[in-house]
């Protein structure tokens, strides 16, 4: 796969460098000495992907350009384009009554000519030549325009302003039709720590900037998954007894798909007993886990209805296993960065539990090491968040990390089917283990500028 963005560069950061990162793969590691910019660059990438002009202004650089991968043409902007907030009066007049596509014949009429008289005549010869088309207005705007003739002479004489307001909303437009990855910024975790600490900040509320430290938001993921497995397991055995309903008015059959799901899947169905068929005896239960095991069994006529049933049951299970691999992967991973204890998925009970070995008991999240709940809280949302495709900048990882933790952390990351594009900056040899192909010399990238 090709990595969507080539290159990003960032001119006269700290007000003397010029760095250029290409992006040959999708996954870049990049050594570095303390002092050399890159919190920098990857609170510059982070801002500037997420449209958070207020995050730019606060750091010193002076412009960025893009060249993305679906495109001819690199987009860049000056940092002096977003050192105010523009929206006049009029152009919010304007705005709301138009719809996007009118807002941008009228910015560019405005633009093109000097004026007003044309602006005007252009700009409602457009209206009457459109009147009977989709415009927002079509029955107002053949005696007049949907807007003020006054607030079109104000943008008229506010052209300049317009003019850096249009290009800063068409930068960042770009970027959002271009780039369709979340990105997902890991700053280094003590020094997250020690803000939030610092602010005495509520660590479950700080949104995607960060891995949040409280365990809350975890504890909700799982159980927002857990309740959504119940609920489809309840709305699959109401459309299964629906079928069978149905199967039973008009004769019953079973064919050899039915008989070959519940004879290669023998191993599954004392769990989707465990989870579908709460009812039933243990006696009951270990019947049916005997007779699938059986082959003759499941062929026998007179178990027709009860190997539909469990057919049918198996389908349903099927379409929760996305879920089920996704807990079940979560708890492995975290468990290789646990010390003396182990996370485990119980699919029957459908609940993910941490054990001390030491105790031979259940701990609660809130129980785990700072290093361990950064682990959590990092791969609950790469492995979790099922849908999520993201671009993660991680600043230093190595920080707060054993030395056999920076060893496989970028690996697991990068594992992850969420992780979409990867860029960590570090200065420890250990996380690139076995990731030399993706390493190189943040110094490497910084342009010489010209006199120097």
């Known amino acids: 796969m ?17 760095v250029r990162l290409d992006f040959y793969d999708l996954y870049k590691i990049l050594l570095s000495e303390n002092g050399q910019g890159k919190t920098t660059i990857l ?13 730019l202004r606060d750091v010193n650089f ?8 679906s495109s001819s043409e690199p987009i860049s902007i000056m940092k002096s384009d977003l050192d105010y907030d523009w929206e006049s009066k009029a152009y919010r007049h304007v705005s709301e009554r138009v719809s996007q596509e009118e807002l941008s014949v009228i910015i560019d009429i405005i633009m093109s000519e000097n004026s007003l008289n044309t602006i005007r005549n252009k700009i409602k010869n457009y209206y009457e030549v459109n009147s009977k088309s989709q415009l927002s207005h079509p029955d107002a705007i053949r005696s007049s325009l949907p807007f003020s003739m006054m607030a079109l002479r104000d943008l008229f004489e506010e052209k300049e302003s317009l003019f850096l307001g249009v290009k800063k909303m068409d930068f960042f437009q770009q970027i959002e039709e271009r780039f369709t990855l979340k990105t997902l910024y890991l700053p280094t975790y003590r020094r997250v720590e020690d803000l939030l600490s610092s602010l005495n900040v509520d660590k479950d509320k700080q949104g995607q900037d960060y891995i949040q430290f409280g365990l809350t938001d975890v504890e909700d993921k799982l159980e927002s998954i857990k309740k959504e497995i119940l609920t489809s397991s309840n709305d699959s055995m109401s459309r299964i007894n629906s079928e069978i309903l149905n199967r039973l008015v008009n004769g019953l059959t079973v064919n050899d798909d039915d008989r070959s ?14 989870r579908f068929g709460r009812s039933l005896t243990l006696s009951d239960k270990n019947k049916i886990i005997s007779l699938v095991k059986n082959e003759y069994e499941v062929g026998k006529k007179e178990n027709d209805t009860l190997i539909y049933f469990l057919s049918k049951m198996y389908n349903a299970f099927f379409e929760q296993q996305t879920k089920d691999k996704a807990l079940t992967r979560f708890a492995e991973v975290c468990s290789k960065y646990f010390k003396n204890k182990k996370m485990t998925y119980d699919a029957t009970s459908i609940s993910v539990v941490i054990t001390s070995l030491e105790r031979d008991e259940q701990i609660k999240f809130g129980e785990l090491s700072s ?5 959590v809280s990092l791969f609950s949302t790469l492995i979790l968040e099922r849908d999520s495709r993201y671009f ?16 496989t952390l970028i690996k697991d990351v990068m594992e992850c089917e969420s992780c979409s594009m990867l860029l960590a900056m570090t200065h420890s040899p250990f996380i690139f283990s076995g990731l030399t192909k993706y390493t190189s010399d943040l110094q490497s990238y910084f342009l010489e500028k010209e006199g120097e």
């Open 43 to 55: 609170k510059i990438i982070d801002a500037t992907l997420n449209g958070n002009i207020k995050k």
């Open 261 to 274: 799901i519940i004879i290669n899947n023998s191993n599954d169905i004392e769990l989707l007993l465990n």
């Open 2 to 18: 090709v990595p969507p963005i080539e290159y990003f560069f960032i001119g006269n950061m700290h007000g003397y460098k010029d």
């Open 62 to 69: 002076g412009s960025v350009e893009i060249k993305f991968a």
């Open 371 to 375: 290093g361990e709940k950064q682990i």
């Open 392 to 407: 993660i900048l991680f600043d230093e990882p190595e920080l707060s990390l054993s030395v056999e933790w920076q060893k």
